[in-house]
T-cell receptor
Framework: GQQLNQSPQSMFIQEGEDVSMNCTSS?????WLWYKQEPGEGPVLLIA?????ELTSNGRLTAQFGITRKDSFLNISASIPSDVGIYFC??????????FGEGTQLTVNP | SQTIHQWPATLVQPVGSPLSLECTVE??????LYWYRQAAGRGLQLLFY??????ISSEVPQNLSASRPQDRQFILSSKKLLLSDSGFYLC????????????FGSGTRLTVV
């Protein structure tokens, strides 16, 4: 019940296309976080969501905290080659621990 | 500003050899500290976390141990490495107040041969 199901596992898109990925769980969460990891680096926080229904943007990225508090999506508009990486959703549990989804590997072809 | 340093960046060690990875945080006090392992570029598994000096919680049974000898220093160790210990090890810190997630180090790529 505390696992995060992230989809799709991988995406291969053309530069300029929009991207959408999502994360679901059977449990209710108070926080959704979205991270991006580039090859050989640690994940970097993109967007943090704290309220059900919240819609937050960060440049070309938009994320929403689902009304049911059991899901979240991340959209990337007009993708560019530097968007390549692995995108993770994450949630906080007790003790300020983070649990991560399995990630979405994004490849952008120029 | 806060920074997190992790070293070495890469490490190749023989089976049965010891391991010591170090992580330090600057610009903050009393952080929560974490060690994660990532296999094959997917999925981060929490190994250890610490809310204070000398306080270590282990998430999964394994061949590794962690220590926090100083407030902003977190060390991951092993007495005898196994092949299955290979992976990408990431250190992270947070304020522990549930605000905005973690900041990660740049990771250590460990290959056990």
């Amino acid at each position: 019940g505390q696992q995060l199901n992230q989809s799709p596992q991988s995406m291969f898109i053309q530069e300029g296309e929009d991207v959408s990925m999502n994360c679901t769980s059977s449990s209710i969460f108070n926080t959704w976080l979205w991270y991006k990891q580039e090859p050989g680096e640690g994940p970097v926080l993109l967007i943090a969501l704290y309220k059900a229904g919240e819609l937050t943007s960060n440049g070309r990225l938009t994320a929403q905290f689902g009304i049911t508090r059991k899901d979240s999506f991340l959209n990337i508009s007009a993708s560019i080659p530097s968007d390549v990486g692995i995108y993770f959703c994450a949630r906080e549990t007790s003790g300020s621990r983070l649990t991560f989804g399995e990630g979405t590997q994004l490849t952008v072809n120029p | 500003s806060q920074t997190i340093h992790q070293w070495p960046a890469t490490l190749v060690q023989p089976v049965g050899s010891p391991l010591s990875l170090e992580c330090t945080v600057e610009g903050t006090s009393n952080p929560n500290l974490y060690w994660y392992r990532q296999a094959a570029g997917r999925g981060l598994q929490l190994l250890f976390y610490s809310v204070g000096i000398g306080q270590i919680s282990s998430e999964v049974p394994q061949n590794l141990s962690a220590s926090r000898p100083q407030d902003r220093q977190f060390i991951l160790s092993s007495k005898k490495l196994l092949l299955s210990d290979s992976g990408f090890y990431l250190c992270a810190w947070s304020t522990g107040q549930g605000l905005g997630g973690y900041t990660f180090g740049s990771g250590t790529r460990l290959t056990v041969v």
